[in-house]
Nanobody, 123 residues
Framework: QVQLVESGGGLVQAGGSLRLSCAAS????????MGWYRQLPGKQRELVGAITSGGSTNYADSVKGRFTIFRGSAENTVYLQMNSLNAEDTAVYYCNAAVMRYALGVPYSDDYWGQGTQVTVSS
């Protein structure tokens, strides 16, 4: 069993900042990639930012230069620092942790998700 516990969401004014935290625990000792996704009602979940075990990062174009993802000193923790927030950033944010596995030699991503945390930016 793997659990991802998120914290840090809330209500903030446009131009403000928030930091989201995610801690993973359970039977998996380390993950190949951890990241944050967000979702609006009726829309698909979209990647916000992700970081690999080697430290490589990637971001959605809409958040580049404003958001930073980084791993914590504790094992299997990840943070999302969000600056210069605007109303379009309002969404439920989900933590994701992924392990690369192989089935008959074919790689696939075994994904785990947090329960989600609401971020609301008032304009």
């Amino acid at each position: 069993q793997v659990q991802l516990v998120e914290s840090g969401g809330g209500l903030v004014q446009a131009g403000g900042s928030l930091r989201l935290s995610c801690a993973a625990s359970g039977r998996i000792s380390s993950f190949n990639r951890m990241g944050w996704y967000r979702q609006l009602p009726g829309k698909q979940r979209e990647l916000v930012g992700a970081i690999t075990s080697g430290g490589s990062t990637n971001y959605a174009d809409s958040v580049k230069g404003r958001f930073t993802i980084f791993r914590g000193s504790a094992e299997n923790t990840v943070y999302l620092q969000m600056n210069s927030l605007n109303a379009e950033d309002t969404a439920v944010y989900y933590c994701n942790a992924a392990v690369m596995r192989y089935a008959l030699g074919v790689p696939y991503s075994d994904d785990y998700w947090g329960q989600g945390t609401q971020v609301t930016v008032s304009s």
